[in-house]
């Protein structure tokens, strides 16, 4: 079993956001979000080593990122607002297959 952690001390996020039905709100991209913030990936596998060149594996990862620093800007009327919070966060299933060319 393996485990990992790591730190993002610096995340950026830059969204557009675009309402393509929405006439009234100007032509797109609508609303642009822009800021920085921070986050972390934790990740957890199990391997079994078949011969000691071959090897293979599965586990879960998990990402976090928000940022909480900066503006979002409403591009048809000119509106800069704080950006309040924006988080991503993503779950994941993995599997390889390694083969090692020599040992160490």
């Given amino acids: 079993m ?3 952690a790591a730190a993002l001390p610096v995340a950026y996020v830059w969204n ?4 393509f039905l929405r006439k ?3 032509t797109v991209p ?5 800021g920085t913030g921070w986050g972390y990936q934790l990740e957890a596998e199990a391997r079994y080593d078949f011969t000691p060149n071959w090897s293979a594996g599965g586990g879960v990862r998990f990402w976090h990122a928000e940022a909480g620093r900066g503006n979002t800007d409403f591009v ?3 509106t800069k607002v704080e950006l309040n919070d924006f988080t991503s966060e993503r779950f994941g299933v993995f599997g390889d297959v390694t083969y ?3 040992i160490f």
């Fill in 24 to 26: 009234d709100i100007g």
């Fill in 76 to 78: 048809h009327s000119q």
């Fill in 2 to 4: 393996i485990a990992d």
């Fill in 100 to 102: 090692r060319f020599a």
């Fill in 16 to 19: 557009e956001d675009s309402h």
């Fill in 30 to 34: 609508n609303i642009v979000d822009r």
